[in-house]
Each structure stands twice: as structure tokens, then as C-alpha cells.
């Protein structure tokens, strides 16, 4: 009961790597889900609509050590709620928590936990609404 579009694409590197996608998640096109390192996984609740051009991913890709060559940018999963609108053109970014209802406009670069029932936009994002709901519902 999932809607994949054109282009979009779905990567598991690494082991024990987990993508959960929800019943009646909607993925319109381009749309990059990359569970990258071991152990990492991409939760997706149901009925979520995702646009076009949205990036989600656990991992940068390539190690960066600090001085004392310890690592500083370990791979962190990632888990959106149910019934999640994500706008086009958006980067969500590793380690983040989308609450439950909420929105992410266009062009917005997550990197941080959001609420339920939110409107987000910016880079970093940014809550600009609260007590907000949505509907697949056409307005034409």
C-alpha cells in the first residue's frame, strides 16, 4: 500500500540496516531514502506524503576525526511519524525525530527534532506554526 514515484531510490549500505516505510506512504519522484552504516535505520510512519527532490539520510558518507582522531560524525537513525507532509526540495539530515502530523516545507534542511503537529521551514529548520493539520484532500 505504498506509492513509489519516478527516480526515486531506496539504499541500505551496511549491515543489520533497517528502512521501514508505513502503509499509504506516498513518494511522488526523486526521492533519496539512504540507511548508510551499520546497525542505522530509517523509520517512516504510515499515510506520510512525500514530495519531490527530499533527501533523507543517516550518515555523511565519509569519517571526519577530530585531532585526536576520534571520530565525530557517527551515523544516527532516523524516524518520522505518521501522517508527515514533506514539502520538495528538503535534506533531512541523520539523527532526527519528525513528530506525528506535522509539515516540512519547501527547501528546508531538518537537523534537529520537531514536534507533532508543526509547521517547520528554514535552514536549519525552524517551528513558524503549531497546531496545525493537513489533508490529502485536493483544494481544485
Given amino acids: ?3 513509489i514515484g519516478k527516480e526515486c ?4 549500505e551496511g549491515n543489520n540496516i533497517r528502512i521501514y516505510v508505513g502503509n499509504h506512504t506516498t513518494f511522488t519522484q526523486k526521492v533519496h531514502v539512504n540507511a548508510q552504516e551499520d ?6 510512519g504510515d499515510d506520510c506524503m512525500f514530495s519531490n527532490t527530499i533527501i533523507i539520510r543517516t550518515s555523511d558518507s565519509h569519517p571526519i576525526y577530530n585531532s585526536d582522531n576520534i571520530r565525530i560524525n557517527p551515523a544516527k537513525s532516523i524516524n518520522i511519524g505518521e501522517h508527515v507532509w514533506i514539502a520538495p526540495n528538503t535534506k533531512i539530515m541523520k ?3 519528525i513528530g506525528s502530523g506535522s509539515i516540512i516545507g519547501s527547501d528546508t534542511i531538518v537537523t534537529r527534532d520537531l514536534p507533532s503537529n508543526i509547521l517547520a521551514v528554514g535552514h536549519p529548520a525552524k ?10 484532500e485536493s483544494i481544485f
Fill in 1 to 3: 500500500n505504498v506509492t
Fill in 9 to 12: 531510490s531506496f539504499w541500505a
Fill in 39 to 44: 546497525n542505522s535505520q530509517i523509520l517512516i
Fill in 95 to 97: 539523527g532526527v525525530t
Fill in 127 to 136: 517551528v513558524v506554526k503549531t497546531g496545525v493539520r493537513w489533508t490529502r
